[in-house]
């Protein structure tokens, strides 16, 4: 089974976004959802080659949520967040197709 490192170093993007978004503004939930989604995010880097369904609807769902706080907040971090999934959800889909 091959590792998916790419998918590994988003993981831990996405986590350590939830860890910063908690020590720079006390947000709990950017802690939850950093967790969350972060562990969802490794846990389909894991069987990417099997099923990579998990990691397809977490970095589409990240990707869709940051979009919008983006587009309400017009911050600097969730326009990184939702692109960075965005382009997660398309290299994973591209390896659903081919």
Do not use: E, H
Not at 29 to 55: D, E, H, K, Q, R
Not at 81 to 89: D, I, N, V
């Amino acid at each position: 089974m091959a590792v998916d490192w790419l998918g590994f170093a988003y993981a831990t993007a996405v986590l350590l976004g939830g860890i910063v978004g908690y020590k720079r503004k006390g947000s709990v939930m950017s802690l939850i959802a950093g967790l969350l989604f972060g562990s969802l995010s490794a846990y389909g880097s894991l069987g990417i080659t099997t099923n990579p369904s998990v990691a397809l609807l977490s970095s589409g769902s990240l990707a869709v949520i940051m979009g919008l706080r983006y587009w309400k907040s017009g911050k600097l971090i969730p326009a990184v967040m939702a692109g960075l999934s965005t382009l997660m959800f398309l290299r994973l889909l591209l390896l659903l197709v081919l």
